[in-house]
């Protein structure tokens, strides 16, 4: 039996000028995002389409969440593996390309993670867990375009005194642009 986790957002306008959405140019595309409990997202549309480029849009929320899911399943997959990282960042990219009916989609997302872990043995493994991490990640899974990684491994320099001069990392793999790709 299937286990299912169920959620709950609350969207709401915050854009109406006084004339409601009378013409395109006549209302905000300001909203904000909220969840019982948590703080609210202030919302809006990509630039492109007449939003506020202070508030985040949901092309960078759908960008963000891939990213998270896949650090989180990435985290979970390098523990049960007996991989410590120590330090994890990602910076992604994403391409949505715009159809002429004025509607579009998204036509791949790349994940460039870069992960430092601390045992120099583990490299090739702890990039396997990218692969892992891909499969695990409920978000990746329900997406219709390609979500590709570029991880970066590394190791952490050992502790100062640890070794003579505290040198830099040990040992480091790139992964070539695409190798982790589901």
């Known amino acids: 039996?299937?286990?299912?986790?169920?959620?709950?957002?609350?969207?709401?306008?915050?854009?109406?000028?006084g004339t409601g959405t009378s013409g395109y140019r006549d209302y905000g595309r300001d909203h904000t995002v909220s969840a019982a409990g948590k703080h609210e997202i202030a919302g809006s549309a990509d630039p492109s389409f007449r939003g506020d480029?202070?508030?985040?849009?949901?092309e960078e929320l759908l960008l963000t969440s891939l990213s998270q899911c896949h650090m989180l399943s990435y985290l979970h997959a390098a523990t049960t593996a007996g991989v410590t990282v120590v330090d994890y960042a990602d910076d992604a990219v994403g391409t949505m390309a715009q159809t002429p009916d004025g509607g579009g989609h998204f036509t791949s997302v790349t994940l460039r993670p870069r992960v430092v872990i601390t045992d120099a043995s583990q490299l090739a493994l702890a990039e396997e867990l990218h692969r892992e991490a891909q499969r695990m990640c409920f978000i990746a899974s329900s997406v219709n375009f390609p979500v590709g990684h570029?991880?970066?491994i590394t190791v952490a320099a050992p502790a100062a005194g640890a070794a003579a001069g505290g040198a830099?990392?040990?040992?480091?793999?790139?992964?070539?642009?695409?190798a982790a790709s589901a």
Do not use: C, F, K
């Not at 480029?53 to 949901?58: E, G, I, L, T, V």
């Not at 830099?168 to 695409?178: I, L, V």
């Open 1 to 17: 039996m299937a286990l299912e986790h169920h959620y709950a957002v609350a969207v709401r306008w915050s854009g109406n000028r």
């Open 53 to 58: 480029r202070d508030r985040w849009n949901p």
């Open 150 to 152: 570029e991880p970066q």
């Open 168 to 178: 830099e990392a040990t040992g480091s793999a790139t992964a070539a642009p695409g």
